[in-house]
């Protein structure tokens, strides 16, 4: 199973047979049911479902931030779900980029100053005020989130999320917390991005509508998990939810 | 981590109200320690060296007349290294202008300057000329207390005899660090001097030639340890020369005093920022545990890019550290202030040639490493929580604050009847447990400092009404160097303005009970008396049995003596056989070792009858009678010294209860810090805390006055809490402090007046209401509109 999940060089990340059930006291809640997945490098996915159907439980254990409780999680060669601390901190670190649904951005530091939390430990890192420039807020370098509206603090969270060139860009309801409009923006913004610079992006997502834009979509339900291909992908201006 | 560096000096500043309450708790903490330890060095090195410049005495012996031809007898006693013999004879001085008599010590010193033990210290004047022929070297502070300075005539009464000398010289001895006229308890500087004459000529008009009354001496190292066999022998040896005492270096009085002042100030030196640094890490991990609290989702997100946990531990530990390194650097100037104003103090205090702040650099390291210690242990809570923290949980919205209903809410009848203002101080109380604990302990702490310095100060006050009400109740005391017959007593009624006379006979004396002994004085008091009442600390009055000796328990739990048992006396006086006495009462005094008797059995034990050695004397004067009073006393020959006891009251006071004073004021400002720091820091961190919930309110139209109550209501229940707490704690550390003054010589009684107790409280509660006044500032001028579309 090793070799097959490193023998094609177009696959970003794969997931064999992932579970996670959570434990709270004597009370456990299964929520990822034998995962198998693909994410194909260069490519943006979009994974679908309800809300509850264990989206953001998915992108945590893809993204290194959590571990499975059973199954398998491949990637750059290694099986996430056996590495230890120290060794999941160092795949955030060099292979992951993260786009939080309510930013997070540190409210104390400037957007420059946000995008550097990230390329100070990167291997690879980008400008940090290139990556601003990507995204369209060079202007702002200097401004505190607290100064910055939703679709900009946004913004500066996908160029930190950039800026270190990381194999795999998660974006967890990305425009969750944004209206339509500055939604779209964003959304618009990611597939530029992926277009231009070839970064692999994962958006997570309850809103059907997004999915149009990906070239792959992953429905998440209770029974598992399906993956269709878009023929023809739309563009951000064109949908709306 | 220079983005992190940035990130963190951002925090401060926005925590800076906060924090600067910790550093402000820590510098005082270190301020303490490095001002009480400094102090305490200064003195002990100074101790240290003056001691061995001056060459101190390991021991003295006190005794009639001794030949010199003896002399080699008793220096051949093994563990005797180096002896002096010298004389020593209290004398009174005749000052112009000044009625009273001033009574003092005089001591031969050799007539050429040689280093000799008990040395002097010249610090103006020379020393003698020749054989020093009419010269006298006077201590420093008795002649700047009388403006006295070489070349000045000085009037000395010498066995009734009046000379008149010339001042040669001024000077100072280790032997007289602290001097206490004989009978006090404080220094008395303008009354009470030590006169310093040339051997030749003490010896020409003390009528001592080829003898000596007094021998200092120095033992060997191996002595030094355990000096009570050598002393032991050197008593058998000198028995037939008359011993009143012999004394060894730790119960010299000025050794004596300077070693309790030494032991209270290491006391402090240790207890002050134990509490301070205490409180500064409770205060600090309440702060820590908020930003833990507060940074959750940004430590997730640092966690998510990458960040590993060395990382943000450093990251976050370095709050810590910087608020322990500033605490330190405040705390260690503001100590070197204190050393340098507590050293001054104590040079009025103690007299020393060359008493100076100086800096340690050991103790300053010390002290800051356990600023840091202190800093990190109050910051581990907080930054460990940090670290632990999953990224997936963090990035999860925080789990709702505990709602829910408290304990308190099951009283479901009690719980209504208090009203919703109270209900929200106290749920708010109830839910952040381990801040209210911690704002409990603070107040009780800051309390527990304010009632132990009142109490400190109350202690002193009524140890001086306790002596001057209850046990010296004389107006004067007049004591005669011989003993003198029952005319003496007809002639003290007769002087100007006496009401009433009482004799008392003072036999020196040495207590033995099997190995254990004990040289001092029984005094024997008529039935009588009104002016000489053995008291207990409770104020009682022991009666003097008809039979026996009534001792001070301290003195019999020394001799392992109790009521019933009979002790071995030695006198000095009559015909000096030992006697067998029995112990027939006990009596608690505040000071000394004191031993009584009744007069006439006494007289008849020792063989004499009617003995006057001292009067006691209650008087009513006019100042023309005064002065003829004080005329009259200094041609009488055998006079050994007048005390004026209001005088001596009014001096008592001054030593204690006002140079006291100002210390308590420094003691006051420390309480301050710990209330306020305390207080700010718990109340800003609920203020940011809850800024939503108390702008709602505001939105909802409360006044700020309104929203401002509600914290002042868990501020009250908080500290008020924190002060019923702090006042048995005060009155403990009161008993402790004081057991630290406590030695062979008296006790520190314990006692806090009912104001004692009213001003503890009442600063306590005014330094709680000011915290509060700066929180309702906080609260006016606080951001509604902001506070309400911030997300958190
Ligand atoms: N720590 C946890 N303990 C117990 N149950 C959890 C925990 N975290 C998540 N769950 C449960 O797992 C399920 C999936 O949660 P998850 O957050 O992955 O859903 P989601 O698809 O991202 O939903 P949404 O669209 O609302 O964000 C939910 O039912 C949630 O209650
Ligand atoms: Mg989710």
């Known amino acids: 199973m090793g070799n097959n999940a490193t023998a094609d060089p177009d696959i970003a990340i794969r997931c064999v047979d992932v579970h996670k059930t959570y434990c709270s006291g004597d009370v456990e809640t299964p929520v990822l049911r034998g995962i198998d997945l693909e994410i194909r490098r260069g490519e943006l996915s979009v994974i679908l479902g309800a809300s509850g159907a264990g989206k953001s439980t998915l992108l945590n254990i893809i993204g290194g931030i959590d571990r499975p409780t059973r199954g398998e999680v491949w990637c750059e060669g290694r099986n996430l779900a056996v590495l230890d601390d120290r060794h999941l901190t160092e795949y955030r670190r060099r292979s992951v980029g993260f786009v939080f649904q309510f930013y997070n951005l540190v409210p104390t530091l400037t957007a420059l100053e946000n995008v550097e939390t990230a390329t100070q430990i990167a291997d690879d890192p980008m400008d940090p005020a290139e990556a601003l420039r990507l995204v369209g807020l060079d202007d702002r370098r200097d401004h505190f989130p607290a100064q910055l509206s939703g679709g900009q603090q946004q913004r500066v969270s996908i160029a930190r999320a950039l800026a270190k060139n990381p194999l795999v860009v998660f974006c967890d309801e990305p425009t969750g917390a944004l209206d339509a409009n500055t939604g779209r923006h964003v959304l618009d913004l990611l597939t530029r991005l992926n277009e231009q610079t070839g970064a692999t992006i994962v958006i997570v997502t309850h809103a059907a509508p997004v999915a149009q834009l990906a070239h792959a979509v992953l429905h998440l339900t209770m029974n598992g998990i399906t993956a269709t291909r878009n023929t023809r992908r739309a563009c951000a201006a064109e949908i709306s939810w | ?792």
């Open chain 2, 1 to 792: 981590m220079t983005i992190l560096a940035r990130k963190l000096r951002r925090d401060f500043v926005a925590a800076r109200g906060m924090l600067a309450a910790v550093v402000a708790i820590v510098a005082f903490g270190i301020a303490a320690l490095v001002g009480l330890q400094t102090t305490t060095n200064n003195l002990t090195s100074a101790r240290d060296a003056y001691y061995a410049q001056c060459r101190l005495a390991d021991f003295w012996v006190d005794l009639k007349k001794l030949p010199l031809s003896a002399l080699a007898a008793v220096q051949a006693i093994d563990g005797v290294a180096e002896l002096r013999s010298r004389l020593s004879r209290p004398v009174i001085v005749d000052l112009p202008g000044v009625s009273e008599p001033v009574s003092g010590l005089l001591l031969s010193m050799p007539a050429t300057r040689t280093p000799v033990i008990n040395d002097l210290v010249l610090t103006a004047g020379s020393w003698f000329s020749a054989d020093g022929e009419n010269e006298v070297i006077v201590s420093r502070a008795f002649a700047d207390a009388r403006g006295l300075s070489p070349g000045d005539p000085l009037r000395l009464t010498l066995d009734g005899q009046q000379r008149t000398l010339r001042i040669v010289g001024i000077g100072i001895s280790a032997e007289f660090v602290y001097l206490i006229p004989p009978g006090g308890i404080v220094p008395d500087p303008a009354n009470y001097g030590v006169f310093y004459l040339a051997r030749p000529f003490a010896e020409d008009v003390l009528g001592m030639d080829g003898a000596a009354n007094s021998l200092v001496g120095r033992l060997t190292p191996a002595a030094r340890q355990a000096p009570e066999p050598v002393l032991q022998a050197l008593a058998e040896q000198l028995h037939p020369f008359g011993v009143f005492a012999v004394t060894p270096l730790k119960q010299q009085d000025s050794n004596l005093n300077l070693t309790a002042e030494l032991g209270g100030l290491s006391t402090m030196a240790a207890m002050m920022p134990l509490i301070f640094l205490s409180v500064s890490a409770l205060v600090l991990n309440v702060l820590m545990m908020r930003l833990a609290a507060q940074q959750r989702v940004v430590v997730g997100t640092l966690k998510a890019l990458g960040y590993d946990n060395r990382a943000l531990f450093s990251h976050f530990i370095q709050v810590g550290v910087i608020v322990g390194l500033i605490g330190a650097a405040l705390g260690l100037l503001l100590g070197y202030l204190l050393a340098a104003g507590l050293t001054a103090f104590y040079q009025g205090f103690f007299t020393f040639p060359n008493l100076s702040n100086r800096l340690y650099p050991g103790l300053m390291a010390a002290a800051v490493a356990l600023a840091l210690v202190f800093a990190v242990l109050g910051s581990v809570n907080g930054v460990r929580a940090i670290t632990r923290l999953d990224p997936a949980e963090a990035m999860r919205p925080p789990p709702p604050p505990e709602g829910g209903a408290i304990v308190l809410e099951r009283w479901t009848g009690a719980w209504r009847r208090v009203g919703f203002y109270w209900q929200m101080a106290l749920r708010s109380l109830f839910r952040n447990r381990v801040r209210s604990g911690v704002g409990v302990v603070a107040a009780a702490l800051g309390t527990a400092l304010l009632v132990s310095t009142f109490g400190m100060l109350d202690s002193l006050k009524y140890m001086v009404q306790f002596q001057f009400d209850k046990v010296l109740l004389a107006d004067y005391a007049v004591s005669f160097r011989d003993d003198l017959d029952a005319g003496a007593l007809t002639e003290a009624r007769r002087l100007p303005g006496v009401l009433r006379a009482e004799p008392l006979f003072v036999v020196s004396a040495t207590l033995v009970n099997a190995n254990h002994r004990h040289r001092g004085a029984v005094v024997g008091v008529t039935p009588d008396a009104t002016m000489t009442l053995p008291t207990n600390t409770d104020g009682s009055v022991v009666p003097i049995p008809p039979q026996g000796l009534l001792m001070a328990r301290r003195l019999a739990e020394q001799l392992d003596l109790a009521v019933g048992d009979s002790v071995w006396l030695l006198p000095t006086k009559g015909l000096q056989t030992p006697l067998q006495v029995p112990v027939a009462d006990l009596v608690d005094s505040l000071f000394g070792l004191g031993v009584y008797a009744d007069y006439d059995y006494l007289n008849r034990l020792i063989g004499e009858s009617a003995a006057v050695s001292a009067v006691r004397l209650r008087t009513a004067q006019t100042p023309a009678e005064r002065t003829a009073f004080y005329t009259e006393l200094k041609r009488l020959p055998t006079l050994l010294s007048v005390q004026d006891m209001a005088e001596e009251r009014a001096n008592m006071w001054q030593t204690f209860v006002v140079k006291m004073g100002s210390m308590a004021y420094v003691m006051i400002l420390f309480g301050a810090v710990i209330f306020f720091g305390a207080i700010l820091n718990g109340a800003l961190i609920s203020l940011i805390e809850r800024q939503r919930e108390l702008a709602t309110y505001r939105v909802l139209g409360y006044r700020n006055g309104e929203v401002g109550a509600m914290y002042l209501r868990e501020t009250l229940v908080l500290n008020l809490g924190g002060i019923l707490l702090g006042l048995p704690l005060g009155w403990w550390m009161l008993l402790g402090m004081n057991a630290q003054y406590k030695n062979d010589l008296y006790m520190m009684p314990s006692v806090i007046t009912p104001a004692g107790w009213f001003w503890s409280i009442g600063l306590a509660i005014a330094f709680v209401l000011i915290a509060q006044l700066i929180v309702q500032r906080r609260i006016n001028c606080m951001h509604w509109n902001e506070a309400l579309s911030m997300k958190e």
